[in-house]
């Protein structure tokens, strides 16, 4: 018997979660699940729909390429009205590579974000861990793009709605030349995100939770804590270095990070 078969909120969770699968599905944004759910502030409750649609997506043949972490920066955070990170699944049919289009039709309203990816050489599964154990695991690091989507209307959401909406996961666009941690300070990266050849907005590596890294820590410790540890070859999307932008059909998305390298994609 699966766990949320014997969870009380079992219908809660299973109604909410086909409430955002048939947005994904019909291409019309939805409601907010908090108010299936009845709450805006239960987070575990939300982690229980987002992974019910999860295990529907791996049952259907969809493979888990890594994770992603949501909310970690000041300019975010003010945005969505939020004051905590999340997380969420990547799929391997999510991942884009550098300078290739993606179909508008993939997205519910989309956004863009510019962050680091992070690449696995080796498990993180501690427990507890620390930034010694995150250099030692990290096989090399990219610029990428997150293009992010709200299956919920106008992106009315709380932390219950984009956690349960598996962190408002898009795509994400990955930089195509592997560059080694020990070669770039990710805390010191400076982003500037363009759009049709003008600057939409730009941060630093610091702005993901102080450092890239912390971001990661935190990632490796709650993983462990739910029981699915990162694993060797995870890619993990560690969090918006500035503001997300709404983008349109047509629109020319680029980040450049300097030493780290850049990343672009268009979309069609």
Same mark, same amino acid.
């Given at each position: 018997?699966?766990?949320?078969d014997?969870?009380?909120?079992?219908?809660?969770?299973?109604t909410?979660?086909?409430?955002?699968?048939?947005?994904?599905?019909?291409?019309?944004?939805?409601?907010?699940?908090?108010?299936?759910?009845?709450?805006?502030?239960?987070?575990?409750?939300?982690?229980a729909?987002? #992974?019910?649609?999860?295990?529907?997506?791996?049952?259907?043949?969809?493979?888990?390429?890594?994770?992603?972490?949501?909310?970690?920066?000041?300019?975010?955070?003010?945005?969505?009205?939020?004051?905590?990170?999340?997380?969420g699944?990547?799929?391997?049919?999510?991942?884009?590579?550098?300078?290739l289009?993606?179909?508008?039709?993939?997205?519910? #309203?989309?956004?863009?974000?510019?962050?680091?990816?992070?690449?696995?050489?080796?498990?993180?599964?501690?427990?507890?861990? !620390?930034?010694?154990?995150?250099?030692?695991?990290?096989?090399?690091?990219?610029?990428?793009?997150?293009?992010?989507?709200?299956?919920?209307?106008?992106?009315?959401?709380?932390?219950?709605?984009?956690?349960?909406?598996?962190?408002? !996961?898009?795509?994400?666009?990955?930089?195509?030349?592997?560059?080694?941690?020990?070669?770039?300070?990710?805390?010191?990266?400076?982003?500037?995100?363009?759009?049709?050849?003008?600057i939409?907005?730009?941060?630093?590596?610091?702005? !993901?939770?102080?450092?890239?890294?912390?971001?990661?820590?935190?990632?490796?410790?709650?993983?462990?804590?739910?029981?699915?540890?990162?694993?060797?070859?995870?890619?993990?999307?560690?969090?918006?270095?500035?503001?997300?932008?709404?983008?349109?059909?047509?629109?020319?998305?680029?980040?450049?990070?300097?030493?780290?390298g850049?990343?672009?994609?268009?979309?069609?």
């Open positions: 018997m699966s766990t949320v014997q969870d009380p909120n079992r219908v809660l969770i299973e909410a979660a086909q409430h955002l699968r048939t947005a994904s599905q019909s291409g019309v944004p939805c409601s907010p699940v908090r108010e299936i759910l009845g709450t805006d502030s239960d987070v575990e409750l939300a982690y729909v987002a #992974q019910h649609n999860i295990n529907l997506d791996i049952a259907a043949g969809r493979r888990v390429s890594g994770r992603k972490i949501g909310l970690t920066g000041a300019a975010i955070q003010q945005q969505l009205g939020v004051s905590q990170p999340d997380y699944t990547l799929f391997a049919d999510m991942c884009i590579a550098d300078g289009t993606i179909s508008e039709s993939r997205l519910l #309203q989309p956004r863009a974000e510019a962050e680091i990816a992070f690449v696995l050489e080796d498990d993180l599964d501690k427990g507890e861990h !620390c930034v010694v154990d995150i250099i030692g695991a990290t096989a090399y690091v990219l610029p990428a793009l997150e293009i992010v989507a709200s299956r919920v209307v106008d992106w009315d959401i709380t932390i219950v709605d984009t956690i349960a909406d598996n962190a408002s !996961c898009g795509l994400y666009v990955l930089g195509s030349r592997p560059v080694s941690l020990g070669s770039v300070d990710v805390r010191e990266i400076s982003m500037t995100l363009i759009v049709n050849g003008e939409v907005t730009t941060g630093r590596g610091s702005a !993901c939770m102080g450092n890239p890294l912390q971001a990661v820590i935190w990632l490796a410790d709650t993983m462990c804590r739910v029981g699915t540890p990162l694993r060797a070859g995870d890619c993990l999307m560690t969090g918006s270095l500035g503001a997300m932008v709404p983008i349109a059909a047509e629109d020319r998305i680029e980040a450049d990070m300097g030493p780290l850049s990343v672009s994609t268009v979309l069609v």
